[in-house]
Every structure is written in structure tokens, then in C-alpha cells.
């Protein structure tokens, strides 16, 4: 899409046309910035976004594999998900109807604590179901992303120094020591998961507080069960982990280890959270990865 807002529109509405034949368009609307997409929302109920990937053959490849994901995906959640309309992989870009709810990451903070501990909960229960999921189901659509506990560590210093002067000086001390600190024990059985279940990603219905859906599977893939938890914990706080971990069920996993290392992807993802808002002059993403330090290093 280029900048120019009569060429933009044009290309929404040609790619619209080409996914949706004879959808009729009133009015578009960009969406909030995303890592990897851009998005439009059409006539406030059509969802379309492009993918930002350089690479035209990885794109369109990226673009089938998300259709088929989604479409497999809505079988097995027990939450809604976004169930694609169609795509077109030579564009880059895919369609679905709307998932209506509010992210959490758009609500009041002081609300959104009050409800953190039945949000997780539900959370808890969605993650159980997902985990459960045998691999060969997802094996020809996600891969593994399986880091090294010594490569998150090393990540979270090099983005710590690019926003220290942001974090107040009183939290520094816990938070080097945390980064100088030897990670947990790396055991564990990888299981499918959306693998980004920050606040911005799940919907909620302001009125009810009850989830209405979960977006942006794009990073879905076989991991590591306790990192979607410590983004729970990240966002939501300790509470809401611990109301995630009653809800959760895996025999595989004891839930002192899931704690642990969910513990330790909260502390290393909240320096990459806060160095995006502060890159994007992101109000809300530096703010709640501010308030997250109160809890993440006491």
C-alpha cells in the first residue's frame, strides 16, 4: 500500500474486489499498526490485511499457511478466532469478518485489573484446550520456536540498554540482577499455541468483561507451554497467573516449572514491549509494560 491515501484506497478496494467479488464498499479504515501487517477494516465488519513481508514468494506462502491455520484453528478453540473469507496470497493479503470486542490492551487499566483474575481463567481453559491438540494436526503449518533461555536473556539486555533511561531508577538494580541471573532448566514438551497472547490480542466485551475472541495467529507455532503464561502474567499481573495456572490442565507439565519459566518469558518479552511503544510512541504499550516492572521485579 502506498502513502498516498486516493492510491491506498484504490488498492484496498482492488483487493477487496478480488477476495470478496461484488462486496459493495463504504467506508475503510486503518487499523491499529501491527509488527508484521497492516490492516484495514471495511464497512466496520470486513476485516483485510496485508502482510509487510519484503519477500513476494515468502509472503504469498505466509499468506496460505495463516488461511489454512485459521480455518484449522476455529475447529479446535473453544474462543472465537477469526475464520478467513478468503485470500490472496499473490497480494499478500487475507480477509475475514470482524470479531467484535474491545483488545484488552485498549480498556482502562484500573478495569481491566479488577477483571484480570476471571479473563485469565477463561485464558487458562483456552490454553488447555489448544496445548492439547495432537502435533500432527499443525505439523504442515507451524514450525518450531524454540529459543535458547541463554538467547532470551542476551535479547532482553540488549533492549533493556535501549530503554533503561525510561524505567525508573529504583527498579534497575532487580532488573540487572535478573539479567545476570542463570535462566530455568529448560525441560519441557513443545505444544501448538498462539505464542503471542499479549492483551492486544484478545478481545473483550466492556460491558460483560467476557472474552469475544482471539486475533493475530501469525506467530502461532510448537512451543515452549509456559510462554503464552508469562505473557498473561506480564500484562495481567500475578494474580491472573495464578488464576490461569488453576484453570490449566497438561499432565505433563508440573505447574511449579510452568510458573517458573513463565515467570522468566515475562521478564525478558516486557523490554521488547516497551522498546516498540517507545519506538512507536505507543502510549499504551509503554505504559503497561511500565506498570508490569512493579510486579516483574520487586
Not at 477476495?19 to 470486513?46: C, K, T, W
Not at 516498540?276 to 509503554?286: H, K, M
Request: glycine share 6%; proline share 7%; net charge negative.
Amino acid at each position: 500500500m502506498q502513502n498516498r491515501n486516493g492510491t491506498r484506497s484504490e488498492g484496498i478496494r482492488g483487493a477487496v474486489s478480488a477476495l470478496v467479488p461484488g462486496y459493495s464498499i463504504d467506508a475503510i479504515e486503518q487499523l491499529g499498526p501491527g509488527m508484521d501487517h497492516v490492516a484495514f477494516e471495511v464497512n466496520r465488519e470486513l476485516i483485510i490485511r496485508f502482510a509487510k513481508e519484503a519477500d513476494l514468494e515468502r509472503r504469498a506462502e505466509l499468506v496460505r499457511r495463516e488461511h489454512a491455520l485459521l480455518a484449522a484453528v476455529a475447529e479446535i478453540s473453544p474462543l472465537p478466532v477469526p475464520e478467513p473469507v478468503s485470500s490472496n496470497p499473490e497480494l499478500g493479503c487475507l480477509a475475514y469478518f470482524k470479531i467484535h470486542g474491545t483488545p484488552l490492551l485498549d480498556t482502562p487499566p484500573f478495569q481491566r485489573v479488577a477483571h484480570a483474575e476471571s479473563i485469565a481463567t477463561a485464558l487458562g481453559d483456552f490454553l488447555t484446550a489448544i496445548h492439547a491438540v495432537s502435533a500432527q494436526r499443525f505439523s504442515d503449518l507451524v514450525t518450531s520456536d524454540d529459543q535458547p533461555f541463554e538467547e532470551w536473556t542476551l535479547d532482553a539486555a540488549e533492549l533493556y540498554a535501549t530503554v533503561a533511561e525510561r524505567i525508573p531508577v529504583a527498579d534497575r538494580a532487580s532488573i540487572e540482577a535478573f539479567l545476570c541471573a542463570p535462566p530455568p532448566q529448560e525441560r519441557y514438551s513443545r505444544v501448538f499455541s498462539h505464542n503471542d497472547l499479549g492483551i492486544e490480542h484478545v478481545l473483550v466485551d466492556p460491558a460483560t468483561w467476557t472474552i469475544t475472541g482471539i486475533i493475530d495467529w501469525s506467530d502461532a507455532a510448537f512451543v515452549d507451554p509456559a510462554y503464552d503464561f508469562g505473557l498473561l502474567y506480564r500484562d495481567l499481573g500475578p494474580a491472573a497467573l495464578e488464576a490461569a495456572l488453576r484453570s490449566y490442565h497438561n499432565e505433563a507439565e508440573p505447574i511449579r516449572a510452568l510458573r517458573e519459566r513463565a515467570g522468566f518469558y515475562a521478564r525478558c518479552s516486557v523490554f521488547e514491549d516497551l522498546a516498540y511503544g517507545v519506538e512507536r510512541d505507543l502510549i499504551p504499550y509503554t505504559a503497561k509494560s511500565l506498570a508490569a516492572m512493579n510486579w516483574l521485579f520487586e
